[in-house]
């Protein structure tokens, strides 16, 4: 292992927990459309959480100390995810569209299975970005989980030229994280449907995820006067 990496792996060990949460804190934070997605947890239906890739910086946070499994690469970019995300209550996953899945596939559908939810980044590990992968809707069509889109946006921010357009919120920023109404897949799909649901759900999610920026690209108007 190159020195730098050892370097990156000391900083997120020593450092990466406390700088998100204090990062995180610093936010005008506000959560929306939580309520549905509450009311599926409480009476334990199995749940998918879907973001994309480069709105996975709240994510850490936000879901932390829910016993969520999230489906984390196996690439270097992971280990340090999984170095982040550690001790803050995680049923780690390991295993990506672009390494071998059988195994963590297993896992996935047996945690949905006994009535658990999962994430997973649905362009991700590689992209293209903002195109839905397969493997959220087969979980869904093949354990009656919900699917339930997320996603986190913020006024002031840094834009990355990354192939996922990663985005961090900067310090103080007025913010949201939004959760998306479930949907459900029907069961028994042909090759054919699950594609009709693949492109369906995509456009949600695309829709989703630029409607919560619009609600910030302008500070809120002044109350109204009762007049």
Known sequence: MSFRKKLEQTTIDRLGRP?????MKTLRLSVE???AYRTLRRAARPV???VWHGKIFSAPY???RRGIMPLVS???????IVRLIDDWGYKIIRGSGSHAMK????YLKQELVAGGEVLIVTDGPKGPDRVLKMGSIKLAAETGALLVPFTFAAARKKVFRSWDRFEVPYPFARAVAAYGEPIEIARGLDVEGLERERL???KIMIEFDRAAEARLAFPPGPAPSGR
């Open 62 to 64: 936000i879901f932390r």
């Open 33 to 35: 459309g939580e309520r």
């Open 74 to 80: 196996p690439s270097q970019d992971g280990e340090l």
């Open 200 to 202: 369906r759900v995509e």
């Open 19 to 23: 700088l998100v949460a204090l990062w």
């Open 48 to 50: 998918v959480i879907m």
């Open 103 to 106: 195994r963590a596939w297993i």
